[in-house]
């Protein structure tokens, strides 16, 4: 037999901070998050390693390490120009590599202008405020 490297597609996990994060997002943040997610279990190096070498990959999303000191490390997507994004890791294991979400964040849209339910004499406190459409 003889042992040739693995290749995509990349076995795939997440944290349960990971999951709870997802169910919590809306419909648009979820869904970019797992269009990428998809992306990386298909793609040939998971690191993205070389200049341009995520240029293969939709607009919405672009990879790179946090840190350049560590190019084998954690990997961040950034999705829809920064609004949300995922930390991953790729675990090479010899008998099943995966990709491991750790962290996940979505942007939420800002919420409509806040009116002060108080006097005009009593300072607001952010949770006596509601909003107005």
Excluded: N
């Excluded at 070498?53 to 999303?61: E, K, Q």
């Excluded at 979400?101 to 942007?107: C, G, L, N, P």
């Amino acid at each position: 037999m003889i042992d040739e490297p693995l290749r995509p597609p990349w076995q795939k996990g997440w944290t349960k901070q990971v999951q709870h994060d997802f169910q919590g997002m809306p419909a648009e943040g979820s869904d970019l998050g797992m269009s990428a997610r998809a992306e990386l279990i298909a793609t040939e190096d998971p690191y993205f390693r070389g200049i341009d070498a995520d240029a293969s990959l939709p607009h919405w999303m672009t990879v790179r390490p946090p840190a350049s000191t560590s190019p084998g490390g954690p990997h961040i997507v950034d999705l829809a120009g920064g609004r949300g994004w995922l930390v991953y890791t790729f675990m090479r294991r010899h008998a099943d590599p995966q990709i491991v979400v750790t962290k996940a964040f979505w942007a939420r849209p800002p919420h409509h202008r806040s009116v002060c339910t108080t006097a005009a004499s009593v300072s607001c406190h952010p949770l006596q405020h509601k909003t107005s459409d």
